[in-house]
C-alpha cells in the first residue's frame, strides 16, 4: 500500500513540477493524473497494489468534503448575507453545466 501511494504521489509531483515548469493553466494534480492514466494506459493494467489503494482512498473520498462544511459553517453569516448572488451563480453554473454536457453528448453521438 505504501508503494502504490508513493507512486500517486509521485505522479502528482511530477504534474505540480510539469505545470511550474511549462506554466501550464491546469491543476498540478490533475497533470499527473493525466500522466498515471496515459502509463496505464501503455501498460494495459493497473497493478493490484495501486488498485486497492486506490479504492480504499475513494472509498474515504467523503472526508474530503469534511473541510468544505467547516468553511461553510465558518462564513454562515456572510453566505446569508450574499444569498441572492451565490443562488444565482449556483443555479446559472448547473443550467450551463447540463447544457454542455447534452451538446457534448449530442456530438458524440453522431
Given amino acids: 500500500m505504501l508503494a502504490a501511494l508513493t ?3 509521485v505522479y502528482q509531483l511530477i504534474g505540480e ?3 511550474q515548469l511549462l506554466a501550464l493553466p491546469v ?8 500522466l498515471l492514466f ?24 467523503s472526508l474530503l468534503f469534511v473541510p468544505a462544511g467547516v468553511g461553510v459553517m465558518l462564513h454562515f453569516e456572510r453566505l446569508g448575507a450574499e444569498w441572492l448572488p ?8 448547473t443550467v450551463v453545466t447540463i447544457g454542455v454536457a447534452a451538446l457534448v453528448m449530442r456530438a458524440l453521438q453522431r
Fill in 38 to 61: 496515459v502509463t496505464l494506459l501503455a501498460r494495459g493494467s493497473a497493478p493490484e497494489s495501486l488498485r486497492t489503494t486506490a479504492n480504499g482512498l475513494l472509498a474515504h473520498l
Fill in 86 to 93: 451565490i443562488t444565482v451563480a449556483l443555479v446559472a453554473s
Fill in 7 to 9: 507512486v500517486l504521489l
Fill in 17 to 19: 513540477v510539469l505545470v
Fill in 27 to 34: 491543476p498540478g494534480p490533475v497533470v499527473g493524473m493525466l
